[in-house]
């Protein structure tokens, strides 16, 4: 880590690929993969830990971006939605339409797609759970758990 002003020169592994961005100690991980990398399909809604729109993975396990330190996250694998392409998960939200303004979608997907990973075999208590972090102001969740439901039974 080089320390450079208030900042230090940190190197974060993002979807694939190795980064090096300037963090200052108090930055969050959702600020640095928005204002520094550009990754604004991580999206910044209540930025307090209440409504999961800041989902990325951190070595495979769903986390609220907007809790972590960049400088947390030195040395493990992030995922943000950008680097999921073509997983089912974002295809069966499609299918099911269980989207309107979009805004939760990216956290919605990142969080079931973990969910598919780490209990494949979910029942429909567990998805239901797994998705009361996730807030959505648009759908009545039907079609959201529809999606999970779909890409689990696959
Ligand atoms: S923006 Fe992170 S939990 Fe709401
Ligand atoms: S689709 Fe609009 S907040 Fe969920």
Redesign the pocket.
């Known amino acids: 880590m080089i320390e450079f002003h208030d900042k230090s020169i940190i190197e974060l592994y993002v979807n694939g690929d190795l980064k090096t961005v300037a963090a200052r100690p108090a930055d969050t991980l959702?600020f640095i993969l928005r204002e520094s990398l550009g990754l604004t399909g991580t999206k910044?809604?209540?930025?307090?830990?209440?409504?999961?729109?800041?989902t990325v993975l951190l070595d495979g396990w769903p986390v609220?971006?907007?809790?972590m330190l960049a400088v947390e996250a030195v040395g493990h694998e992030i995922t943000t939605i950008e680097g999921l392409q073509d997983v089912p998960m974002q295809k069966a939200f499609v299918e099911k339409s269980a989207i309107q303004c979009g805004y939760c979608t990216p956290g919605m997907i990142i969080n079931s797609h973990a969910l598919t990973t780490i209990y494949p075999d979910a029942s429909d208590e567990i998805i239901e759970e797994w998705l009361e972090s996730n807030i959505c102001r648009c759908t009545g969740y039907k079609e959201i758990c529809e999606a999970v439901k779909s890409v689990i039974n696959m």
């Not at 910044?44 to 800041?54: E, I, L, M, Q, T």
């Not at 609220?64 to 809790?67: D, E, Q």
């Open positions: 959702l910044n809604s209540c930025g307090n830990g209440d409504c999961n729109s800041c609220k971006s907007c809790l």
